[in-house]
């Protein structure tokens, strides 16, 4: 409706700066300025054509969007209503399973309470196991403790013995070179003693 308006306004302008055009050149002389305002006004009457053609095709396209995301927003909303209904409908089911299962437990309590009962009494006899165990994994601990010590000695009494053998090689090496009278002048260090 709009556009058509439009349309008939560009026409309507063209027809008048046809017109003064006309009229223009039956001036003569006189008419030159008046046939300059003629053909402007022919030239906006054009670009308001073509900017009216270009807001029709632009009003088309949104048209045709906002009836895509009409249609598409229509489809999902019903697929989330079937969705929704469905998810409702399981719910009950699950509510009276729930329920039933409810039942049951209850009556299950009852036979529980016997358990725990009996629980109650394993559990203080382990209570007592547990006891004697950590009185055992102490006195473990205190021998392990003690036997960290004796190896601790054993290791620094192993360092001084080996300590003591180079000392020993030494002499021995320096015994040797003198009672040789070094007859090499050097040392023999592959023999037994200086490895």
């Known amino acids: 409706m709009l556009l058509v308006i439009i349309n008939e306004i560009v026409f309507q302008t063209k027809l008048l700066s046809f017109n003064a055009s006309v009229e223009a050149a039956r001036a003569g002389e006189h008419g030159k300025g008046f046939a300059v305002v003629a053909e402007e006004i022919g030239s906006l009457a054009q670009m308001s054509g073509t900017a009216a053609k270009e807001i029709s095709e632009l009003l088309a396209v949104?048209?045709?969007?906002?009836?895509?995301?009409?249609?598409?927003?229509?489809?999902?909303?019903?697929?989330?209503v079937g969705a929704g209904r469905d998810r409702v409908?399981?719910?009950?089911?699950?509510a009276e399973v729930c329920s039933q299962a409810l039942d049951k437990i209850v009556l299950e309590v009852h036979d529980m309470n016997g358990m725990i009962n009996s629980i109650a009494v394993a559990t203080n006899?382990?209570?007592?196991?547990?006891?004697?165990?950590?009185?055992?994994?102490?006195?473990?601990?205190?021998?392990?403790?003690?036997?960290?010590?004796i190896?601790?000695?054993?290791?620094?009494?192993?360092d001084g013995l080996i300590r003591q053998t180079k000392s020993l090689k030494a002499i021995v090496v320096e015994l040797e070179h003198l009672v040789l009278g070094g007859q090499s002048g050097k040392i023999d260090l592959n023999s037994e003693y200086a490895n």
């Not at 949104?62 to 989330?80: A, C, G, M, P, Y």
């Not at 409908?89 to 699950?94: D, F, P, Q, S, V």
């Open 62 to 80: 949104s048209i045709k969007k906002v009836e895509d995301i009409v249609l598409n927003n229509r489809t999902r909303i019903q697929q989330s």
């Open 125 to 149: 006899e382990q209570a007592l196991g547990v006891s004697q165990i950590k009185d055992a994994m102490e006195q473990i601990s205190q021998s392990t403790s003690e036997n960290s010590e």
């Open 151 to 158: 190896s601790a000695q054993s290791t620094e009494l192993a």
């Open 89 to 94: 409908n399981a719910g009950i089911k699950t």
